[in-house]
């Protein structure tokens, strides 16, 4: 097709999209959707689909699901910034490219936005309070790979609101829980840390992370702030934590004898076995 037929076709396509839902049809085939005419048509269809949820598409890969959001942005009138935001209209949920088994780490901030994006698609299900997105990128190896249940997701979650109560030793707790690693400066996703009555929290929902100052254990103010300058942004009414981690522990108790324990019954060298507690620690 040429440029011009092709967004000629775009009501056509929508129309037989429509169509196709109240049929329970799983499958419609579009031919010589790509490049910059895939991201205009998604970009429509995002719209026209939005009060039956968000459209789901799959791609290859990474990198083309990194192509075919920004293209979507650009149709939507978004810049760069605006189209890979965590909390944008569009979602794209990164792949963990590292294997369970294998003994690479995974880069823990693409953890992080992974299971942020978990976060806001469980979102309108359990009543949180982050928007649902418009569209949802996502590629065929980030589709295939396992979560984390849901139930021990949603356990692990937590919302925090101004003039609500927080413990600081209760919320150190649940924080470590879910992942969080705690540092002396907040300055990537997945980290918090703790200085008096005043907690900095970095999850993966949002591109700043949050201040939370307490006035005893009532939570006085929230301000988001910036990573590198550690400056006040603005005052928020809210914070939502989420799980940043694929492994987390969902039952109380010490784990460090039970790891050093099954280490040692499968002959683990003991440097590996160091490596695994220091990340949970």
Known sequence: MTGLSSISAIPKILAALRGAAP?????????????GFLGLLLARAAIDHEASGPLVYVARDEASARSVAADVGFFRGLSARESAAPDGPILVVPENETSPYGDAATDPRVLAQRLGALYRLQSEREGWG????????????????????????????????RGGLMELEEAA????????????????????????????????????????????DEIERIRLFDPDSQRSLREVESVEIHPVRETVATIDGPMRPAILGLADAIEVPSSKTRQVLDNLA
């Open 23 to 35: 049929r329970g049809q799983r499958r419609l085939r579009v031919l010589g959707a790509e490049g």
């Open 173 to 216: 707790r649940d924080l470590s829980r879910a992942g969080y690693q705690r540092v002396d400066v907040v300055e990537d996703p997945g980290t918090f840390a703790i200085r008096g009555g005043v907690v900095d929290v970095y999850s993966a929902l949002g591109r700043f992370p949050a201040r939370i100052e307490l006035f005893g």
């Open 130 to 161: 982050a928007s649902p997105p418009e569209l949802i990128v996502i590629s065929l190896r980030s589709l295939l790979r396992q979560v984390i249940p849901r139930e021990a997701f949603a356990g692990l979650c937590r919302r925090w609101e």
